[in-house]
């Protein structure tokens, strides 16, 4: 018997099929290997029309690349260019390193290194543009000033798609000096569209990276001495997440936050005063409330300079300059009265960092009305006025426990001996703060300022002196307590009947 091949018996199965299921799979096979060498030809032309083409060429391609590609997955990309898309990615990366310091069509090539990177199934894309260098060239674009802010912005967004790649790129970027160059690009640029991308790219930098995020808190903390307001804002908003993240408050922060409160922007001011807040509960607290306290009374050097600006410069100039000294003063009597309102743990300890002393200071400021209503704002809001009758004995004492009488003595000591009388009655009403302290600088006069800005109003050593009078009295009425005691013992005691 005739032995059959299996290639005879899949034709007897098969049949008269068998030769038509062959025929189609040969024409498929021929029509795929014609669509591939079909796209392998037209990926090749691409190529050589990139290669051999200059700047215009180039941006043609480019801008049709970028209206074509732009949302593509890595597969599709792929698909687009035969399975030969790194080859691209890579003429593109080369072009940029040759031309980025020029800015030849820098906005569209990294727009287009964006739609690789961006790809969903494209990391391959990312590890092929970091081997050449390309956190190192974006880095470098930020830097460069002959370059148009736009083009720096492509780079930031490209930078945040690295940073959002994992913690190992954050990584990356941090150990290339990333959050210096970032930092100071912030510092620098003009566009709020700029600015809040890069507030983005340091809010991801301090997330998920440990070994890093004490960089990127110090680079946001030394941001808050830049001269742009925006800059200053969004990284105080920034530090406040930050802050929660590295747990531990750094001490130069205080002087940095306190220092903000010179800007002449409300939006700033709030920023900062929000950050305060939350600065209360790490172990910076004691510094900052002195501080704040201190803000108050400007310093001697600074007075000193004011008054040589008096005889110098012409009253606009001397006001102009000495204005935000006024504004810091005015913003630390709203932030202290912000805090008195939030804890009165925290309201106690100012009051024994001497705070109604330099409120009432700053109500006496005759050259900023602001400073004069947030300061009797807070010490009516805020409780530090709520021992009314205390504050008054203090003021008229000057700050000792002797009577009123002593108190009158300082009137002519500072005014004259002219001063009326009357005066003193209207320092007793402003003391008690009325009603409606945001108009108390409308009511008030040369001399009643000067009272309050000349005021030496002690509360700790007042509080302290009535501490010993009341031991000395709770010591005199127990050693009496012990006489009678004793004398009732030394009696005969009475028999009984």
């Known amino acids: 018997m005739k032995k059959l091949s299996l290639h005879s018996l899949e034709k007897i199965l098969c049949g008269n099929d068998y030769g038509n299921t062959k025929m189609a799979v040969l024409t498929r096979l021929v029509m795929t290997s014609t669509k591939e060498q079909a796209a392998i030809s037209r990926l090749i032309s691409f190529l050589q029309e990139w290669d051999s083409g200059g700047k215009a060429v180039r941006s043609r391609i480019l801008e049709n690349f970028i209206l074509a590609n732009n949302g593509k997955t890595g597969p599709e990309l792929e698909m687009e260019f035969s399975q030969g898309a790194s080859l691209f990615l890579a003429r593109l ?51 460069l000033k002959q370059l148009k802010e736009e083009d720096k912005r492509e780079s930031i967004k490209l930078l945040q798609l690295v940073a959002n790649s994992g913690r190992k790129f954050k990584e990356l970027i941090c150990e290339s000096y990333g959050v210096r160059s970032i930092a100071e690009f912030l510092a620098c640029s003009k566009l709020e569209e700029t600015q809040e991308q890069i507030q983005i790219l340091l809010d991801a930098l301090g997330h998920g990276n440990p070994k890093y995020q004490n960089q990127v808190y110090k680079g946001l903390i030394a941001l808050l001495k830049c001269t742009s307001p925006k800059a200053q804002q969004l990284a105080l908003q920034t530090l406040r997440t930050i802050q929660t993240i590295v747990g531990k408050a750094h001490p130069n922060i205080v002087d940095s936050v306190l220092g903000v409160l010179r800007s002449m922007h409300l939006e700033v001011q709030y920023e900062a005063i929000q950050l305060i807040k939350d600065l209360i509960s790490y172990d910076v607290r004691p510094a900052l409330l002195q501080g704040l306290v201190s803000l108050l009374k400007p310093s001697r050097e600074e007075k000193a300079k004011m008054h040589v600006r008096i005889l110098e410069e012409p009253a606009t100039a001397y006001l102009l300059k000495s204005l935000p000294a006024y504004i810091q003063q005015a913003a630390a009597a709203k932030a202290i009265g912000i805090l008195a309102q939030v804890s009165r743990e925290v309201a106690e300890e100012m009051i024994f960092l001497r705070v109604i002393h330099g409120l009432m200071c700053a109500m006496g400021n005759k050259d900023h009305t602001n400073s004069q ?82 005021n030496i109003v002690n509360m700790p050593a007042y509080f302290l002196s009535l501490a010993k009078t009341d031991g000395i009295e709770d010591t005199e009425t127990n050693t009496e307590e012990e006489l009678q005691g004793e004398d009732s013992e030394g009696l005969p005691q009475s028999s009984t009947p």
């Not at 990366?93 to 494209?122: D, E, H, P, V």
């Not at 081997?131 to 470098?140: D, P």
């Open 373 to 454: 209503r947030q300061a009797s704002i807070t010490l009516e809001a805020s409780g530090f006025g709520s021992r009314r009758e205390i504050l008054c004995e203090v003021v008229l004492s000057g700050g000792k426990t002797c009577g009123k009488g002593h108190g009158r003595k300082i009137v002519p000591t500072i005014h004259g001996p002219q001063t009326p009388e009357c005066h003193w009655n209207k320092i007793l009403v402003m003391c008690r703060v009325p009603s409606d302290p945001t108009n108390l600088y409308l009511n008030m006069d040369a001399v009643q300022a000067d009272i309050l800005a000349a």
């Open 93 to 143: 990366t080369a072009w940029l390193r040759l031309t980025y310091m020029y800015g030849t069509c820098l906005n569209q090539q990294l727009k287009s290194i964006g739609i690789f990177l961006s790809a969903a199934n494209g990391q391959r894309y990312l590890i092929e543009f970091l081997e050449v260098g390309g956190i190192l060239t974006l880095l470098e674009i930020l830097g």
